[in-house]
């Protein structure tokens, strides 16, 4: 007698949005000391609350807001300050490239809004679903409301007590935001091209950080790590 096979009804957008949020939840331990410090040091740079606010709220990239106010606080030209926050935020091209063969069936709209609120840990929480069989636009998109919510309710708090609050560098928290994206990155790397690309991205950073003024070497890392990528796809395909 034939077993009777139930099928699990796919959950509805709803669920995915809620899933993906939650799934992202447990980061904000790490994100929210962030948001207080950038806030804090916006402040003691010269912006007002409300210009404080509104960069969490319009640009929403962590390392690129630190560089705006420390170059707002070195009365840098308007235009430096949007062009280094440019060249800071291009890895998320990246980012987005490699989600875009997972959203292909979604609207330009959809892409395009995903791709405008990706953080590296709503980008990690994300591909690991898709590459799981288990993604979905919705997913992404509680994913990035999540990371989202926590940097706008992080800003506000570091803006209302940020002088009363401990700084959260000195007890480690710091440290949280770039280990947990680490640790949900690593266990994805199965294939030895992967394996290859992160150990020359990592050394590409280190290098650059160690010998590079600013910011550059975050981009110059990423792209020689997505060319030994794509040097090694080349190879795999001529075997």
């Known amino acids: 007698m034939a077993e009777l096979?139930?099928?699990?009804?796919?959950?509805?957008?709803?669920?995915?949005?809620?899933?993906g949020f939650l799934a992202v939840a447990p980061l904000w331990l790490g994100a929210a000391p962030f948001g207080v410090i950038y806030a804090v040091s916006a402040l003691?740079?010269?912006?007002?609350?409300?210009?404080?606010?509104a960069m969490s709220l319009f640009v929403f990239a962590g390392a690129s807001q630190f560089t705006a106010a420390?170059?707002?606080a070195a009365a840098a030209a308007p235009a430096a300050i949007v062009v280094t926050t440019l060249i800071i935020n291009a890895?998320?091209?990246l980012l987005a490239a490699s989600l875009a063969p997972y959203l292909r069936r979604s609207g330009g709209w959809v892409r395009l809004g995903l791709a405008a609120q990706l953080t590296d840990e709503s980008y990690a929480i994300g591909v690991r679903q898709f590459l799981g069989g288990r993604g979905s636009a919705a997913?992404?998109?509680?994913?990035n409301l999540s990371m989202y919510v926590v940097w706008q309710l992080s800003t506000l708090a570091g803006v209302l007590l940020?002088?009363?609050?401990?700084?959260?560098?000195?007890?480690?928290?710091?440290?949280?935001?770039?280990?947990t994206f680490i640790g949900l990155l690593v266990p994805l790397l199965r294939r030895r091209d992967?394996?290859?690309?992160?150990?020359?991205?990592?050394a590409l950073t280190l290098l650059g950080a160690l010998w590079l003024p600013g910011s550059w070497y975050i981009?110059?890392?990423?792209?020689?790590?997505?060319?030994?990528?794509?040097?090694?796809?080349?190879?795999?395909?001529?075997?």
Do not use: E, K, N
């Not at 096979?5 to 899933?19: C, K, N």
């Not at 997913?139 to 994913?143: M, S, T």
């Open 194 to 202: 992967s394996q290859a690309v992160a150990a020359a991205a990592a």
């Open 5 to 19: 096979q139930i099928s699990t009804p796919a959950p509805g957008r709803a669920a995915q949005v809620r899933a």
């Open 162 to 179: 940020g002088r009363a609050l401990p700084d959260p560098a000195a007890y480690g928290l710091d440290l949280v935001f770039p280990l």
């Open 139 to 143: 997913y992404q998109l509680g994913a």
């Open 44 to 53: 003691a740079a010269g912006l007002s609350p409300a210009q404080t606010l």
């Open 91 to 93: 890895r998320h091209l």
């Open 70 to 72: 420390g170059m707002f």
């Open 219 to 239: 981009l110059l890392a990423g792209m020689g790590a997505s060319a030994v990528g794509a040097l090694l796809r080349l190879q795999i395909a001529d075997f």
